[in-house]
């Protein structure tokens, strides 16, 4: 993995598979490179361990191609290396290829072919699937599109492909197993890629591959099979600006979505607030209300900040509809045979929509009969797709690696679900009403949580020397407490544990001390003076404290407060990750890192 850029048609491809890769760098990656069709039946590669503006400042200045290939790359197979690097190519350096995911019989497969005689040039799985494809051209009179499937045959494991051969300049074929590909129509053009925001550019006229689609793309159009017959594969006009991805007057694209929350907010509410009954309009789901009602038991499916969301979700579903409710890792959930209960709801949560653990947790559920739904942002991604049914966050899209708008549009998404959920069970009008007023204050809130940003950046340039933070919360505060670690840690690199405080004393105190400050989240709710006792044995072993809570008074008892505003008690989670965002934003820049690609991570995790 990471990212795939594939043009063909009649303007010069290079330009535009360079400008595609520069789209996919929030994604995280090590390396880059493409291939051109060259005289003599060879194929052109350009690739380097650096950045897309490395692989730039290489290539030749005149390139006409209009047939084109390129890669991102984040290691799984062999370190990042100018070798390692994609494009791949066969002995004779005929058949080019880029791939995101993982052969897992890639061994197996390179052992044969080494007895076979073919000598390998870099350490991937990849270059696998350039020598096999190149033994089925040998093998018979094939076309390209049947050496790839005959190929992919004998694959096991994900993928998403791009394959081009010199000698068939007018032909690139894709397929796709496991790994998003996304086709691009344009006029008298065809583009691919693996994520929507190097396509919508050029078009919005858009064609989402399914697993097990193979396509042949052509200047004046695509063809898609699959099991070696045709499919058909409809473009859907996408509803997204080319400026969403632009990054604008902001230093980061992580700046510019957390503050871009407040709309992201008001487009997870809009059309699915019902005044009359006082309570959430949630179409998607596909349940009636005698189905709703016979819900037992909720099980939230996720992976990082979604499975966290997840998290706070099924808190929101027990608090406010009254629903025994829980949350795990997706990859762990699919590892431990499950049992799938008939009258349990399975959630899968996914910005992305691709998430291969989560994606394969969906397929488990499903396997064994069950009832799953998505909550994705993406529209369709393979898990809206496999799922049927579920709610769209309509975010819009998340270009920084770090997940902040994604996740509080999630959290709303539940909000609404719980809504939904005790207003066909118990949860009385009264409550309903009370609800959708906090809902409908939430985006003001957070706008004015964004206004005093000034004091959270002093904040963090002063916490930002320490080696390390402990995060604490309880039941409400618990969640955002660990959310708020993860994001310290993803961006700047600063050890970060989270813990419910009612947890400290049961080990986690022996590692208090004036270099191991504590962030305690405290809001104003039945378990403050709780709270305040755990701030107080912090203080008296020397640890440093900063609160984030609604009570200004806090810093009485604190060194720190970040204060927020009340909501509602159980909407309350919503508003108190905001300013950890924020922290954990400025103190990155704080220390220099490079924000939106955070080391050794990527943006869509579609392998193991």
């Given at each position: 993995?990471?990212?795939?850029?594939?043009?063909?048609?009649?303007?010069?491809?290079?330009?535009?598979?360079?400008?595609?890769?520069?789209?996919?760098?929030?994604?995280?990656?090590?390396?880059?490179?493409?291939?051109?069709?060259?005289?003599?039946?060879?194929?052109?590669?350009?690739?380097?361990?650096?950045?897309?503006?490395?692989?730039?400042?290489?290539?030749?200045?005149?390139?006409?191609?209009?047939?084109?290939?390129?890669?991102?790359?984040?290691?799984?197979?062999?370190?990042?290396?100018?070798?390692?690097?994609?494009?791949?190519?066969?002995?004779?350096?005929?058949?080019?290829?880029?791939?995101?995911?993982?052969?897992?019989?890639?061994?197996?497969?390179?052992?044969?072919?080494?007895?076979?005689?073919?000598?390998?040039?870099?350490?991937?799985?990849?270059?696998?699937?350039?020598?096999?494809?190149?033994?089925?051209?040998?093998?018979?009179?094939?076309?390209?599109?049947?050496?790839?499937?005959?190929?992919?045959?004998?694959?096991?494991?994900?993928?998403?492909?791009?394959?081009?051969?010199?000698?068939?300049?007018?032909?690139?074929?894709?397929?796709?197993?496991?790994?998003?590909?996304?086709?691009?129509?344009?006029?008298?053009?065809?583009?691919?890629?693996?994520?929507?925001?190097?396509?919508?550019?050029?078009?919005?006229?858009?064609?989402?591959?399914?697993?097990?689609?193979?396509?042949?793309?052509?200047?004046?159009?695509?063809?898609?099979?699959?099991?070696?017959?045709?499919?058909?594969?409809?473009?859907?006009?996408?509803?997204?600006?080319?400026?969403?991805?632009?990054?604008?007057?902001?230093?980061?694209?992580?700046?510019?979505?957390?503050?871009?929350?407040?709309?992201?907010?008001?487009?997870?509410?809009?059309?699915?607030?019902?005044?009359?009954?006082?309570?959430?309009?949630?179409?998607?789901?596909?349940?009636?209300?005698?189905?709703?009602?016979?819900?037992?038991?909720?099980?939230?499916?996720?992976?990082?900040?979604?499975?966290?969301?997840?998290?706070?979700?099924?808190?929101?579903?027990?608090?406010?509809?009254?629903?025994?409710?829980?949350?795990?890792?997706?990859?762990?959930?699919?590892?431990?045979?499950?049992?799938?209960?008939?009258?349990?709801?399975?959630?899968?949560?996914?910005?992305?929509?691709?998430?291969?653990?989560?994606?394969?947790?969906?397929?488990?559920?499903?396997?064994?009969?069950?009832?799953?739904?998505?909550?994705?942002?993406?529209?369709?991604?393979?898990?809206?797709?496999?799922?049927?049914?579920?709610?769209?966050?309509?975010?819009?899209?998340?270009?920084?690696?770090?997940?902040?708008?994604?996740?509080?549009?999630?959290?709303?998404?539940?909000?609404?679900?719980?809504?939904?959920?005790?207003?066909?069970?118990?949860?009385?009008?009264?409550?309903?009403?009370?609800?959708?007023?906090?809902?409908?204050?939430?985006?003001?809130?957070?706008?004015?949580?964004?206004?005093?940003?000034?004091?959270?950046?002093?904040?963090?340039?002063?916490?930002?020397?320490?080696?390390?933070?402990?995060?604490?919360?309880?039941?409400?505060?618990?969640?955002?407490?660990?959310?708020?670690?993860?994001?310290?840690?993803?961006?700047a690199y600063l050890h970060a544990e989270a813990y419910p405080a009612s947890e400290l004393k049961h080990g986690p105190l022996a590692l208090i001390s004036p270099d191991r400050p504590v962030v305690a989240v405290i809001p104003d709710d039945e378990l403050r003076d709780k709270n305040l006792g755990t701030v107080a044995e912090v203080k008296a072993r020397?640890?440093?404290?900063?609160?984030?809570?609604?009570?200004?008074?806090?810093?009485?008892?604190?060194?720190?407060?970040?204060?927020?505003?009340?909501?509602?008690?159980?909407?309350?989670?919503?508003?108190?990750?905001?300013?950890?965002?924020?922290?954990?934003?400025?103190?990155?820049?704080?220390?220099?890192?490079?924000?939106?690609?955070?080391?050794?991570?990527?943006?869509?995790?579609?392998?193991?």
């Amino acid at each position: 993995m990471c990212g795939i850029v594939a043009y063909i048609g009649r303007r010069p491809a290079v330009p535009l598979v360079v400008d595609g890769l520069r789209r996919l760098e929030y994604r995280g990656y090590d390396s880059a490179g493409l291939a051109i069709p060259d005289r003599g039946d060879k194929m052109a590669v350009h690739k380097t361990a650096g950045r897309v503006d490395d692989l730039a400042a290489r290539l030749p200045k005149r390139l006409t191609a209009t047939t084109a290939i390129g890669h991102t790359r984040w290691a799984t197979h062999g370190v990042p290396s100018d070798v390692n690097a994609h494009p791949h190519l066969d002995t004779a350096g005929r058949v080019a290829v880029v791939h995101n995911g993982i052969v897992e019989n890639a061994a197996e497969l390179r052992a044969r072919l080494t007895a076979e005689g073919v000598v390998f040039a870099s350490d991937t799985d990849t270059e696998v699937l350039a020598h096999l494809i190149a033994r089925e051209f040998a093998a018979g009179e094939r076309g390209l599109a049947d050496a790839v499937r005959i190929t992919l045959g004998h694959i096991a494991g994900t993928y998403g492909i791009a394959v081009l051969d010199a000698t068939r300049p007018d032909e690139i074929v894709v397929a796709r197993n496991g790994s998003p590909l996304l086709l691009g129509v344009g006029e008298r053009e065809v583009l691919a890629a693996s994520d929507l925001s190097a396509l919508v550019t050029h078009t919005r006229r858009v064609v989402h591959l399914q697993d097990g689609d193979l396509a042949v793309l052509r200047a004046g159009g695509y063809e898609v099979h699959r099991d070696g017959a045709p499919a058909s594969r409809v473009p859907e006009v996408v509803d997204i600006e080319p400026m969403a991805y632009e990054l604008g007057p902001h230093p980061h694209w992580m700046h510019k979505e957390i503050h871009e929350q407040p709309a992201a907010v008001e487009r997870a509410l809009t059309g699915r607030i019902d005044d009359r009954f006082a309570t959430a309009h949630l179409g998607g789901l596909g349940l009636s209300p005698r189905e709703t009602r016979e819900i037992r038991r909720v099980v939230i499916l996720g992976c990082g900040s979604a499975y966290l969301a997840g998290r706070l979700g099924a808190q929101l579903v027990e608090e406010i509809a009254r629903i025994p409710a829980s949350a795990e890792p997706a990859a762990e959930f699919r590892y431990r045979n499950p049992v799938i209960e008939p009258d349990t709801l399975y959630v899968a949560v996914s910005q992305s929509g691709e998430t291969y653990d989560t994606l394969s947790a969906v397929q488990e559920v499903q396997r064994k009969g069950g009832r799953v739904v998505g909550v994705v942002g993406m529209v369709g991604s393979a898990i809206a797709r496999e799922c049927g049914s579920g709610i769209y966050l309509h975010a819009g899209p998340e270009v920084s690696v770090t997940s902040t708008k994604t996740y509080t549009a999630t959290a709303v998404a539940f909000a609404l679900l719980a809504l939904h959920l005790g207003r066909v069970r118990d949860l009385s009008p009264a409550d309903g009403r009370r609800l959708i007023a906090g809902l409908r204050a939430l985006p003001g809130q957070i706008a004015e949580i964004l206004a005093s940003e000034k004091q959270i950046r002093e904040v963090a340039a002063r916490w930002a020397s320490y080696p390390g933070m402990l995060y604490v919360g309880r039941v409400r505060g618990a969640v955002v407490a660990s959310e708020g670690a993860l994001k310290l840690k993803e961006v700047a690199y600063l050890h970060a544990e989270a813990y419910p405080a009612s947890e400290l004393k049961h080990g986690p105190l022996a590692l208090i001390s004036p270099d191991r400050p504590v962030v305690a989240v405290i809001p104003d709710d039945e378990l403050r003076d709780k709270n305040l006792g755990t701030v107080a044995e912090v203080k008296a072993r020397d640890g440093r404290v900063l609160a984030v809570g609604h009570d200004p008074e806090l810093k009485a008892a604190a060194d720190e407060v970040l204060v927020v505003p009340r909501n509602e008690p159980e909407l309350d989670p919503v508003l108190l990750g905001i300013p950890l965002q924020l922290l954990a934003y400025h103190a990155a820049v704080t220390l220099g890192h490079d924000v939106d690609r955070p080391r050794n991570l990527a943006k869509s995790v579609t392998v193991e």
